[in-house]
């Protein structure tokens, strides 16, 4: 893969995104529209080889494909950003955490990931992804902590901090 221009290029169109002198029209613009276009196709393959082998050989667990592997597998499922709802992965997942194949750090990170690409909010409260609100109420927490520990989270802790952005960011004591 080509990970450096596929970071640069998505890096550039996320800033010109928020950042309104960015000429849409020049050729730097155009070359990083390829290029991360390139890398949303690459990812969509890989995503799809990988959901074929989970069907053949199941969760491919480090123990199974080397723990290199595993991390750049695991980044693959983190990033399938077209399985929204978690219809996809989530019983997958789930599957891998009831046989100790996963952590449930790992799964929830992805879970909350998923989720937080499509509604803006998560489930454990687990990925550190901004949020425009920061305040739960007491009842509000008490649900998270029971979520996490129906997965095996136990003990952990969590609160919110602004970021260099100003933006709120949830920060976990694990």
Not at 14 to 27: E, G, P, R, V
Not at 68 to 92: A, G, I, K, R
Not at 124 to 151: G, M
Request: hydrophobic letters at 35%; proline letters at 2%.
């Amino acid at each position: 893969m080509r990970n450096n221009e596929y970071r640069k290029a998505y890096s550039y169109l996320k800033l010109c995104n928020i950042n309104d002198t960015c000429d849409l029209t020049s050729q730097e613009h155009y070359k990083a529209i390829t290029i991360n276009n390139e890398r949303i196709t690459r990812l969509r393959g890989n995503i799809n080889y990988l959901l074929s082998l989970i069907v053949e050989y199941g969760y491919l667990y480090d123990g199974l494909i080397g723990t290199e592997n595993w991390y750049n597998f695991q980044v693959q499922l983190f990033h399938f950003d077209s399985d929204t709802n978690n219809l996809v992965l989530e019983p997958v997942l789930r599957k891998a955490l009831s046989k100790n194949l996963i952590s449930p750090i790992t799964y929830s990170v992805t879970m909350d990931r998923h989720s937080y690409s499509t509604t803006g909010t998560q489930i454990y409260w687990t990925s550190p992804f901004d949020t425009n609100n920061p305040h739960f109420s007491v009842s509000e927490k008490e649900k998270i902590i029971l979520l996490r520990e129906s997965i095996g989270i136990y003990g952990f802790t969590f609160e919110f901090i602004k970021n260099k952005n100003g933006k709120w960011v949830v920060m976990n004591t694990y």
